[in-house]
């Protein structure tokens, strides 16, 4: 067979369905460990280390800026995508070889071996029928046929959670239940199954905390919950906190008499221009500070 000219990277099958095509976040990542990992030990250099970082077989070293780097996840992302594979079993964590500055995890390829051993037994039947005389043959056949109907029988016993799958999170949901039952908020075990396969744990128990918070009444707690996790009611919480703080305290520190604050929002009034506190952080401080010093050298 003639050279193939081209590059093919192999991708287990177990990483193409639905669960994991949906999210093309996962997907990167698992194109980056793929990329990383080798059938063969490697030897990588460490930068400004005089030592060599030894790795076996399927096992590679996660950075975290040479992973945002090269797949643009975010540092959180990254992290949440690498813990869920480890909770579904595809990935384990190598600590002994891991420091402070990365880590270095190993591909569980026990997880991905029953579909390849069924199609090993499957061709080594085959193989043997075309082979063999006609006796050998038959006994043979029904021996192998009679493995593979056991093999075929335990496997169907065998159930692998689906990505962010519920049945992993089982142990949560029900003290999250219990605990929504105790603050008399009214959420269905369906309802929190949906939520666990998009959302972690500490927003959802965060939101529902939010929810508790709220002056007036919510009729219908989940639907209330479900636009809260969707639209991160939690995170603009947390940044109407931290840009009021900021905003009171750069106000004071400049001086800055033509600042007006108030709960939700802070007005430049020579401009007109308001400053919604739930911005992201980072934006809030940067358009804030640049209108201060367009104003600033204006004078």
């Known amino acids: 067979m003639s050279n193939i000219p081209y590059v093919f990277r192999p991708i287990p099958e177990e990483f193409l369905t639905d669960d994991f095509l949906d999210d093309p976040l996962m997907m990167r990542l698992i194109r980056y460990i793929m990329k990383q990992i080798s059938p063969h030990p490697q030897k990588i250099p460490l930068k400004n280390k005089k030592k060599i970082l030894e790795l076996e077989p399927f096992e590679f070293m996660y950075g975290r800026k040479a992973c945002m780097k090269q797949t643009g996840l975010t540092e959180r992302n990254a992290r949440t995508r690498i813990v869920q594979l480890v909770e579904l079993f595809f990935v384990e964590k190598v600590s002994i070889k891991s420091s402070s500055t990365y880590s270095v995890y190993r591909l569980v390829t026990g997880s991905f071996i029953k579909n390849n051993v069924q199609q090993n037994v499957t061709q ?16 043979n056949k029904n021996d192998s046929l009679s493995f593979l109907k056991e093999t075929n029988k335990e496997k169907t016993k065998i159930v692998r959670p689906s990505f962010r799958s519920s049945l992993l999170y089982e142990d949560q949901i029900q003290t999250i239940l219990l605990y929504c039952e105790t603050k008399n908020i009214h959420i269905t075990q369906k309802d929190l199954s949906l939520w666990f396969k998009k959302h972690d744990e500490e927003k959802i128990l965060a939101t529902i905390n939010l929810l508790l918070t709220q002056k007036k009444q919510v009729i219908n707690q989940a639907k209330w919950l479900q636009n809260a996790l969707s639209e991160d009611f ?47 952080q980072d934006k809030f401080r940067e358009e804030l500070t640049r209108k201060f010093q367009t104003l600033k050298e204006a004078q």
């Open 234 to 280: 939690v995170g603009k919480a947390l940044n109407l906190e931290k840009n009021k703080f900021f905003c009171e305290e750069f106000k004071r520190e400049n001086k800055w008499k033509d600042l007006t604050i108030t709960k939700q929002y802070c007005r430049i009034e020579s401009l007109g221009i308001d400053f919604h506190f739930w911005w992201h």
């Open 124 to 139: 080594t039947v085959q193989h043997t029928v075309q082979h063999s005389d006609h006796n050998v043959r038959n006994e």
